[in-house]
């Protein structure tokens, strides 16, 4: 039962935060391949750096969670697996700032500025309940990361960039499954697309 009560608040949050902020569109590989770190967690506190007034809003980093990492996907050596760390974000939903559920896991990435790990919502953050199977293996199999001597390409009002043998294309019409169920890598002297899905 909890576990439906957690599905529902999360969807709830995430579009409220998506409609509040508003996020540039990326492919799960683009958002991996641009993160400092990327890491599968269990919330285990939440703590604010200032006091909480809904009447003022403040752009700032002032909220973080405690996190305890499980899998560390972004590393060769899995360094930070089974570490205790701070995660910070943007305090108020205007700002992407994150909402993780306590005791819940998520799938985290964002930058590492100045020693501090810092995420908001357009880093690609997800609820492992909601990726696909293919996304799952992407991240424990490598694909996205074995992916990032490639580069995804997005077609914008019917306008795509030309394909090259550094990039994969996502054609206008399909972009959904594209973002859901495959990947670019890199074969021989070029890319292309991981899996027939989409194709």
Known sequence: MREVVT??????SM?????????????????FCNADFAVKAKILNRTSTVPV????????????FTVKIIQDYKNQTNRYTYQTQDIYTESHDSFCGENFL?????????????????TIHCDGNSFPL?????????YLLEYYKKGCLCQVDECYNGQCPPKTTNNCVIPQENTQCFYRQN?????????SWHAPACL
Request: positive net charge; hydrophobic residues 30%.
């Open 102 to 118: 306590i005791g819940d896991e998520y799938i985290i990435l964002g930058r590492i500025y100045e020693g501090q790990w810092r």
């Open 183 to 191: 990947s670019c890598q890199r074969r021989g002297n070029t890319c």
């Open 130 to 138: 909601l990726i696909t199977k293919y996304q799952k293996e992407a």
């Open 53 to 64: 007034d809904p009447k003022r809003l403040r752009s700032g980093y002032t909220l973080f």
């Open 7 to 12: 599905f529902f608040v999360l969807l709830t």
């Open 15 to 31: 579009y409220i935060c998506t409609e509040a902020c508003g996020c540039l569109r990326q492919h799960p590989q683009v958002q």
